[in-house]
């Protein structure tokens, strides 16, 4: 004989001390089960993976956006090195250094009327003032004599004493140009080793094998490398998922 019903025993249905322990024992353990398989689902499981670079051959692209708000272009340059010997000094290749008014304001350099160039003979060949050499046998304008200062590691005292500067009107530009801002915008490959890229004021050089940097026309005027970080990114870019 088989009898349902819905409702137990009186047998069962006897509240004691033990049976009470139990259960609040059984809905803890059910509740601490719970939330621990719950954490498990949720959590981040972090793997840990080595791979070895096989392309170390090819060449690493460097994207920079930089502004700098008190100094000028002209006082700028970009090098980069690396452990391997590598070196860029003053890269100007896939690197554009756009000349900005005080206000943030782009300078249209098309606008930009140079007053007062005589027409010199194409074949002269103008003095180096002392810092001649086989790469550098004539210095036709200002910056062919710095650039024969820098190779020689001398530093050029005074603008005003050199004709070739005088005549390009040098000293007068760069009191002009000191209230400029400067953005620099472009690219630059380096090699994939432990290395270094910078941007400093001052015209760079090597100088018994070290890294130098040309600040003597910098003098006149406090440096101030107050700058913002525009852009910068290490590879090709990944679209977003």
Known sequence: KAVVSTQSTGDFRIKTCGGATITIFSTIIMISLFVAELNFFLGVSM???LLMDTTRSDLLEIYIDVTFQHLPCEYLSIDSMDVSGGQQVDVDHDIKKRRLKPDGTPIDEEKVVVLGTAVLDPTRCESCYGSESEEHKCC???DDVR?????KGWGLESLGAIEQCKREGI????TDIKDEQCNILGGLSVSKVSGN???SPGKSFQQNHAHVHDLKFLNKFPL????TVNHLAFGESVPAS
């Open 47 to 49: 793997k840990e993976k």
């Open 140 to 142: 036709n304008s200002c």
């Open 147 to 151: 650039n024969a200062y820098r190779a």
């Open 171 to 174: 000293a007068q530009r760069i």
């Open 197 to 199: 890229f910078h941007i």
């Open 224 to 227: 101030n490398l107050t700058h």
